[in-house]
Protein backbone atom coordinates (compact mmCIF):
# COMPACT_ATOMS: atom_id res chain seq x y z
CA UNK A 1 0.00 0.00 0.00
CA UNK A 2 2.60 2.41 0.58
CA UNK A 3 4.48 1.53 -2.05
CA UNK A 4 1.31 2.34 -4.19
CA UNK A 5 1.07 5.44 -2.43
CA UNK A 6 4.62 6.55 -3.33
CA UNK A 7 3.57 5.81 -6.76
CA UNK A 8 0.08 7.60 -6.79
CA UNK A 9 1.72 10.01 -5.40
CA UNK A 10 4.80 10.30 -8.06
CA UNK A 11 2.14 11.05 -11.15
CA UNK A 12 0.26 13.44 -8.93
CA UNK A 13 2.97 15.07 -8.86
CA UNK A 14 4.04 15.03 -12.68
CA UNK A 15 0.67 15.72 -13.28
CA UNK A 16 0.94 19.09 -11.25
CA UNK A 17 4.00 19.95 -12.65
CA UNK A 18 3.05 19.62 -15.84
CA UNK A 19 0.12 21.27 -15.37
CA UNK A 20 2.17 24.32 -13.42
CA UNK A 21 4.14 24.31 -17.26
CA UNK A 22 1.78 24.84 -19.10
CA UNK A 23 0.38 27.32 -17.45
CA UNK A 24 3.62 29.23 -17.59
CA UNK A 25 4.11 28.11 -20.79
CA UNK A 26 0.48 29.58 -21.51
CA UNK A 27 1.18 32.79 -19.57
CA UNK A 28 4.74 33.53 -21.67
CA UNK A 29 2.46 33.01 -24.94
CA UNK A 30 -0.03 35.65 -23.70
CA UNK A 31 2.36 37.77 -22.18
CA UNK A 32 4.17 37.70 -25.89
CA UNK A 33 0.59 37.83 -27.61
CA UNK A 34 -0.59 41.12 -25.78
CA UNK A 35 2.74 42.87 -27.05
CA UNK A 36 1.98 45.65 -29.22
CA UNK A 37 3.64 47.47 -31.73
CA UNK A 38 2.71 50.85 -32.84
CA UNK A 39 3.74 51.34 -37.05
CA UNK A 40 3.22 55.52 -37.84
CA UNK A 41 2.73 55.66 -41.51
CA UNK A 42 1.76 51.85 -42.32
CA UNK A 43 -0.55 52.85 -45.33
CA UNK A 44 2.41 54.45 -47.26
CA UNK A 45 5.01 52.30 -49.67
CA UNK A 46 7.82 51.43 -46.76
CA UNK A 47 4.80 51.08 -44.32
CA UNK A 48 2.72 48.49 -45.79
CA UNK A 49 5.81 46.63 -46.59
CA UNK A 50 6.53 46.99 -42.66
CA UNK A 51 3.37 45.58 -41.47
CA UNK A 52 3.11 42.83 -43.79
CA UNK A 53 6.36 41.56 -42.46
CA UNK A 54 5.28 42.38 -38.89
CA UNK A 55 1.82 39.94 -39.38
CA UNK A 56 3.76 37.36 -40.89
CA UNK A 57 7.23 37.07 -38.87
CA UNK A 58 6.65 38.09 -35.20
CA UNK A 59 3.69 37.39 -32.71
CA UNK A 60 3.19 41.32 -31.76
CA UNK A 61 -0.39 42.92 -31.94
CA UNK A 62 0.32 45.76 -35.16
CA UNK A 63 -1.08 49.21 -34.91
CA UNK A 64 -1.07 51.22 -37.81
CA UNK A 65 -1.28 54.88 -37.39
CA UNK A 66 -1.92 56.86 -40.75
CA UNK A 67 -3.44 60.33 -41.74
CA UNK A 68 -4.17 59.06 -45.18
CA UNK A 69 -2.59 61.90 -46.86
CA UNK A 70 -2.78 61.51 -50.72
CA UNK A 71 -0.18 58.23 -50.54
CA UNK A 72 -1.37 56.27 -48.69
CA UNK A 73 -3.41 53.50 -49.79
CA UNK A 74 -6.11 51.45 -47.85
CA UNK A 75 -5.30 48.90 -50.34
CA UNK A 76 -2.16 48.40 -49.84
CA UNK A 77 -3.04 46.44 -46.16
CA UNK A 78 -6.25 45.23 -47.36
CA UNK A 79 -4.96 41.86 -47.01
CA UNK A 80 -4.67 42.66 -43.04
CA UNK A 81 -8.01 44.15 -42.01
CA UNK A 82 -9.72 40.31 -41.12
CA UNK A 83 -6.17 39.12 -38.91
CA UNK A 84 -7.05 39.79 -35.31
CA UNK A 85 -3.52 40.87 -34.29
CA UNK A 86 -3.79 43.91 -37.25
CA UNK A 87 -5.33 47.33 -35.82
CA UNK A 88 -5.68 50.47 -37.66
CA UNK A 89 -6.26 54.11 -36.69
CA UNK A 90 -6.78 56.91 -38.67
CA UNK A 91 -5.14 59.75 -36.34
CA UNK A 92 -2.40 62.76 -37.83
CA UNK A 93 0.70 62.15 -35.62
CA UNK A 94 0.94 65.65 -35.01
CA UNK A 95 -2.19 65.77 -32.72
CA UNK A 96 -1.09 65.37 -29.23
CA UNK A 97 -4.42 64.60 -27.60
CA UNK A 98 -4.97 61.74 -30.44
CA UNK A 99 -1.30 59.78 -29.62
CA UNK A 100 -1.69 59.88 -25.75
CA UNK A 101 -5.26 58.04 -26.83
CA UNK A 102 -3.95 55.56 -28.85
CA UNK A 103 -0.80 54.87 -26.45
CA UNK A 104 -3.40 54.47 -23.33
CA UNK A 105 -5.97 51.74 -25.73
CA UNK A 106 -2.95 49.70 -27.29
CA UNK A 107 0.55 50.45 -24.64
CA UNK A 108 2.84 49.58 -27.13
CA UNK A 109 6.10 47.58 -26.35
CA UNK A 110 8.07 49.19 -29.25
CA UNK A 111 7.26 52.00 -31.67
CA UNK A 112 7.99 51.80 -35.51
CA UNK A 113 8.20 55.66 -37.01
CA UNK A 114 7.31 55.79 -40.60
CA UNK A 115 4.98 58.27 -41.03
CA UNK A 116 6.65 61.31 -43.65
CA UNK A 117 6.20 63.77 -46.29
CA UNK A 118 8.85 61.95 -48.14
CA UNK A 119 8.69 63.53 -51.99
CA UNK A 120 11.90 65.44 -52.73
CA UNK A 121 10.05 67.63 -55.96
CA UNK A 122 6.76 68.50 -53.46
CA UNK A 123 9.31 69.85 -50.90
CA UNK A 124 10.59 71.77 -53.16
CA UNK A 125 6.83 73.40 -54.00
CA UNK A 126 5.67 73.10 -50.93
CA UNK A 127 7.87 72.39 -47.88
CA UNK A 128 5.50 73.81 -44.94
CA UNK A 129 3.72 70.64 -45.08
CA UNK A 130 7.62 69.12 -44.70
CA UNK A 131 8.26 70.67 -41.99
CA UNK A 132 4.76 69.91 -40.04
CA UNK A 133 4.72 66.62 -40.62
CA UNK A 134 8.64 65.27 -40.43
CA UNK A 135 9.80 67.66 -37.50
CA UNK A 136 6.43 68.56 -35.57
CA UNK A 137 4.95 65.20 -35.62
CA UNK A 138 8.44 63.63 -34.68
CA UNK A 139 8.35 65.89 -32.07
CA UNK A 140 5.04 64.80 -30.90
CA UNK A 141 5.33 61.41 -31.18
CA UNK A 142 8.68 61.15 -28.96
CA UNK A 143 6.56 63.19 -26.34
CA UNK A 144 3.76 60.85 -26.05
CA UNK A 145 6.48 58.31 -26.21
CA UNK A 146 7.90 59.64 -22.88
CA UNK A 147 4.98 60.19 -21.43
CA UNK A 148 3.75 56.73 -22.31
CA UNK A 149 7.43 55.10 -21.14
CA UNK A 150 6.85 56.86 -17.54
CA UNK A 151 4.16 54.77 -16.79
CA UNK A 152 5.91 51.34 -17.13
CA UNK A 153 7.96 49.15 -15.39
CA UNK A 154 11.49 49.20 -15.23
CA UNK A 155 11.26 45.95 -16.83
CA UNK A 156 8.86 47.19 -19.65
CA UNK A 157 10.71 50.15 -20.34
CA UNK A 158 14.34 48.41 -20.42
CA UNK A 159 12.74 46.16 -23.48
CA UNK A 160 10.70 49.30 -24.71
CA UNK A 161 12.30 50.37 -28.79
CA UNK A 162 11.60 53.11 -30.45
CA UNK A 163 12.81 52.86 -34.85
CA UNK A 164 12.85 56.21 -36.23
CA UNK A 165 13.55 55.53 -40.33
CA UNK A 166 15.09 58.24 -42.09
CA UNK A 167 17.02 58.34 -45.15
CA UNK A 168 20.03 58.49 -46.56
CA UNK A 169 19.61 61.90 -48.31
CA UNK A 170 20.21 63.55 -44.75
CA UNK A 171 24.09 62.94 -45.76
CA UNK A 172 23.58 64.99 -48.92
CA UNK A 173 25.97 64.50 -51.74
CA UNK A 174 28.65 62.13 -52.67
CA UNK A 175 31.33 62.58 -55.60
CA UNK A 176 32.12 59.94 -57.85
CA UNK A 177 33.72 58.00 -55.01
CA UNK A 178 33.06 56.86 -51.61
CA UNK A 179 30.26 55.78 -49.48
CA UNK A 180 27.35 57.01 -45.95
CA UNK A 181 28.93 55.92 -42.98
CA UNK A 182 26.36 56.50 -39.92
CA UNK A 183 29.25 59.24 -38.78
CA UNK A 184 29.27 60.72 -42.08
CA UNK A 185 28.04 64.07 -41.04
CA UNK A 186 24.53 65.28 -42.17
CA UNK A 187 24.74 67.95 -45.27
CA UNK A 188 21.15 68.07 -46.31
CA UNK A 189 20.53 70.06 -49.60
CA UNK A 190 16.72 70.08 -50.13
CA UNK A 191 13.72 70.89 -47.74
CA UNK A 192 12.54 66.88 -47.46
CA UNK A 193 16.31 66.20 -46.75
CA UNK A 194 16.83 68.99 -44.11
CA UNK A 195 13.18 68.28 -42.37
CA UNK A 196 14.35 64.50 -41.91
CA UNK A 197 17.75 65.34 -40.53
CA UNK A 198 16.00 67.76 -37.97
CA UNK A 199 13.73 64.65 -37.10
CA UNK A 200 16.96 62.56 -36.81
CA UNK A 201 18.54 64.88 -34.65
CA UNK A 202 15.26 65.48 -32.24
CA UNK A 203 14.72 61.26 -31.96
CA UNK A 204 18.70 61.42 -30.38
CA UNK A 205 18.07 64.48 -28.50
CA UNK A 206 15.38 62.58 -26.90
CA UNK A 207 17.66 59.63 -26.31
CA UNK A 208 20.37 61.15 -24.66
CA UNK A 209 18.19 64.22 -22.77
CA UNK A 210 15.12 61.64 -21.67
CA UNK A 211 17.13 58.14 -21.71
CA UNK A 212 14.23 57.27 -23.91
CA UNK A 213 15.75 53.91 -25.79
CA UNK A 214 15.60 55.03 -29.43
CA UNK A 215 17.27 53.77 -32.83
CA UNK A 216 17.41 55.73 -35.97
CA UNK A 217 18.13 53.61 -39.75
CA UNK A 218 18.92 55.67 -42.69
CA UNK A 219 18.27 54.17 -45.24
CA UNK A 220 18.58 54.06 -49.57
CA UNK A 221 15.99 54.24 -52.74
CA UNK A 222 13.29 51.47 -52.21
CA UNK A 223 11.32 50.17 -54.81
CA UNK A 224 9.24 47.58 -55.21
CA UNK A 225 5.09 47.13 -54.73
CA UNK A 226 2.48 49.28 -53.78
CA UNK A 227 4.97 52.47 -54.25
CA UNK A 228 3.01 55.59 -55.10
CA UNK A 229 3.25 56.85 -58.77
CA UNK A 230 4.97 59.86 -58.29
CA UNK A 231 8.50 58.14 -57.29
CA UNK A 232 10.62 57.28 -60.45
CA UNK A 233 10.48 53.70 -61.05
CA UNK A 234 6.13 53.34 -60.76
CA UNK A 235 5.82 56.58 -62.52
CA UNK A 236 8.24 55.14 -65.33
CA UNK A 237 6.45 52.50 -65.46
CA UNK A 238 3.33 53.92 -65.67
CA UNK A 239 4.20 56.44 -68.12
CA UNK A 240 5.66 53.90 -70.36
CA UNK A 241 2.52 51.98 -70.37
CA UNK A 242 0.50 54.95 -71.47
CA UNK A 243 2.85 55.10 -74.67
CA UNK A 244 4.06 58.62 -72.99
CA UNK A 245 7.85 60.10 -72.87
CA UNK A 246 9.95 59.03 -69.97
CA UNK A 247 11.38 62.12 -68.27
CA UNK A 248 14.86 61.80 -67.33
CA UNK A 249 16.20 64.94 -65.30
CA UNK A 250 19.55 66.89 -66.77
CA UNK A 251 21.35 64.31 -68.55
CA UNK A 252 20.35 60.97 -66.28
CA UNK A 253 23.88 60.77 -64.08
CA UNK A 254 23.04 61.00 -61.04
CA UNK A 255 23.70 57.46 -59.17
CA UNK A 256 21.66 56.20 -56.65
CA UNK A 257 21.51 52.85 -54.19
CA UNK A 258 18.43 50.84 -54.79
CA UNK A 259 16.68 49.15 -52.03
CA UNK A 260 14.02 46.45 -52.38
CA UNK A 261 11.24 47.45 -50.06
CA UNK A 262 10.73 43.58 -48.71
CA UNK A 263 14.41 43.62 -47.88
CA UNK A 264 14.02 46.36 -46.27
CA UNK A 265 11.09 45.80 -43.78
CA UNK A 266 13.17 42.71 -42.80
CA UNK A 267 16.43 45.23 -41.91
CA UNK A 268 13.79 46.94 -39.76
CA UNK A 269 12.79 44.34 -37.58
CA UNK A 270 16.57 43.16 -36.96
CA UNK A 271 17.20 46.46 -36.18
CA UNK A 272 14.24 46.88 -33.91
CA UNK A 273 14.25 43.54 -32.07
CA UNK A 274 18.40 43.69 -32.09
CA UNK A 275 19.65 46.55 -32.44
CA UNK A 276 21.58 48.16 -29.53
CA UNK A 277 19.73 51.47 -28.33
CA UNK A 278 21.63 55.01 -28.95
CA UNK A 279 23.03 53.75 -32.44
CA UNK A 280 22.25 54.33 -35.94
CA UNK A 281 22.44 51.52 -38.64
CA UNK A 282 22.88 52.05 -42.65
CA UNK A 283 20.47 50.39 -44.76
CA UNK A 284 21.42 49.58 -48.51
CA UNK A 285 20.88 47.56 -51.21
CA UNK A 286 24.09 47.42 -53.05
CA UNK A 287 22.93 48.03 -56.33
CA UNK A 288 24.21 51.57 -57.39
CA UNK A 289 22.75 52.69 -61.01
CA UNK A 290 22.78 55.73 -62.92
CA UNK A 291 19.29 57.43 -63.41
CA UNK A 292 19.39 56.66 -67.13
CA UNK A 293 20.58 52.84 -66.72
CA UNK A 294 17.71 52.39 -64.08
CA UNK A 295 15.18 53.62 -67.01
CA UNK A 296 16.83 51.98 -69.92
CA UNK A 297 16.89 48.69 -67.67
CA UNK A 298 13.00 49.16 -66.89
CA UNK A 299 12.14 49.32 -70.60
CA UNK A 300 14.03 46.52 -71.51
CA UNK A 301 11.81 44.26 -68.87
CA UNK A 302 9.00 45.77 -70.31
CA UNK A 303 9.96 44.92 -74.04
CA UNK A 304 9.83 41.76 -72.46
CA UNK A 305 7.19 41.31 -70.42
CA UNK A 306 4.54 43.88 -71.94
CA UNK A 307 5.53 45.05 -75.86
CA UNK A 308 4.74 47.67 -77.21
CA UNK A 309 1.48 46.96 -80.09
CA UNK A 310 4.02 48.81 -82.83
CA UNK A 311 6.89 46.84 -81.87
CA UNK A 312 8.70 49.24 -80.81
CA UNK A 313 11.20 49.44 -77.76
CA UNK A 314 9.87 51.43 -74.56
CA UNK A 315 13.24 53.27 -74.48
CA UNK A 316 12.36 55.39 -77.51
CA UNK A 317 10.05 57.38 -74.96
CA UNK A 318 13.16 58.13 -72.99
CA UNK A 319 13.81 61.75 -73.15
CA UNK A 320 15.82 64.21 -70.84
CA UNK A 321 14.44 66.80 -68.95
CA UNK A 322 15.42 70.37 -67.21
CA UNK A 323 17.53 68.70 -63.85
CA UNK A 324 15.69 69.63 -60.35
CA UNK A 325 17.29 72.18 -58.60
CA UNK A 326 19.90 70.81 -55.84
CA UNK A 327 20.00 67.92 -57.12
CA UNK A 328 22.41 65.36 -55.13
CA UNK A 329 24.96 63.79 -57.91
CA UNK A 330 25.23 60.44 -56.04
CA UNK A 331 23.99 58.40 -53.28
CA UNK A 332 25.88 55.46 -51.79
CA UNK A 333 25.66 53.54 -48.67
CA UNK A 334 28.08 51.86 -46.72
CA UNK A 335 26.28 48.82 -44.62
CA UNK A 336 28.93 46.74 -42.60
CA UNK A 337 27.60 48.06 -39.26
CA UNK A 338 24.02 46.04 -39.88
CA UNK A 339 25.59 43.55 -41.50
CA UNK A 340 28.00 42.52 -39.07
CA UNK A 341 26.12 43.56 -36.25
CA UNK A 342 22.55 42.17 -36.97
CA UNK A 343 23.66 39.86 -40.34
CA UNK A 344 21.59 41.43 -42.59
CA UNK A 345 22.28 41.88 -46.56
CA UNK A 346 20.29 42.34 -49.28
CA UNK A 347 18.75 39.35 -50.51
CA UNK A 348 16.61 40.58 -53.54
CA UNK A 349 19.51 41.62 -56.51
CA UNK A 350 18.66 44.72 -58.42
CA UNK A 351 17.53 42.68 -61.73
CA UNK A 352 15.20 40.43 -59.72
CA UNK A 353 13.38 43.02 -57.60
CA UNK A 354 12.86 45.63 -60.74
CA UNK A 355 11.56 42.53 -62.69
CA UNK A 356 8.97 41.66 -59.52
CA UNK A 357 8.27 45.38 -59.47
CA UNK A 358 6.74 45.44 -62.79
CA UNK A 359 5.22 42.17 -62.81
CA UNK A 360 3.25 43.84 -59.95
CA UNK A 361 2.02 46.89 -61.24
CA UNK A 362 1.27 44.59 -64.57
CA UNK A 363 -0.92 42.05 -61.93
CA UNK A 364 -2.47 45.04 -59.73
CA UNK A 365 -3.77 48.02 -62.20
CA UNK A 366 -6.84 47.70 -59.57
CA UNK A 367 -4.35 49.19 -57.52
CA UNK A 368 -2.88 51.89 -59.19
CA UNK A 369 -5.61 52.84 -62.23
CA UNK A 370 -7.95 54.68 -58.84
CA UNK A 371 -5.21 56.92 -57.69
CA UNK A 372 -4.54 58.36 -61.98
CA UNK A 373 -8.54 58.42 -61.96
CA UNK A 374 -8.93 60.62 -58.84
CA UNK A 375 -6.57 63.15 -60.74
CA UNK A 376 -3.47 62.80 -58.91
CA UNK A 377 -0.90 64.15 -61.12
CA UNK A 378 2.32 62.60 -62.67
CA UNK A 379 3.38 65.01 -63.78
CA UNK A 380 6.83 66.93 -62.52
CA UNK A 381 7.02 68.81 -59.41
CA UNK A 382 9.68 70.90 -57.79
CA UNK A 383 10.19 74.13 -60.36
CA UNK A 384 8.62 76.38 -58.15
CA UNK A 385 12.14 77.10 -57.14
CA UNK A 386 13.85 77.60 -60.64
CA UNK A 387 11.66 81.11 -60.51
CA UNK A 388 13.03 82.41 -57.70
CA UNK A 389 16.51 83.74 -58.07
CA UNK A 390 17.64 81.48 -61.27
Known amino acids: MGARTCFFGAITGAKIARVVLESVQSFMSRVSMSQSILVTGGCGFIGSAVLHDLVANTDLQVVN?????????AESVAALAGDPRYSFEKYDICDPAALRSIFKRHDPSFVMHLAAESHVDRSIDGPDAFVQTNVNGTFCLLEATREHLSGLSDERRDAFRFLHVSTDEVYGSLGPEGAFHETTPYSPRSPYSATK????HLVRAWGETYDLPVLISNCSNN?????FPEKLIPLMILKALAGEQLPVYGDGQNVRDWLFVEDHA???REILTRGIPGE????GGRAERRNIDLVEALCRVLDETQPRADG?????????????????????????KITHALDWAPQVTFEEGLAR?????????AWWRPILQRGESTERLGLGAVQVGR
Open 197 to 200: AASD
Open 223 to 227: YGPRQ
Open 357 to 365: TVGWYLDNE
Open 312 to 336: RSYGELITFVRDRPGHDLRYAMNIE
Open 65 to 73: VDKMTYAAN
Open 280 to 283: SYNV
Open 266 to 268: VAL
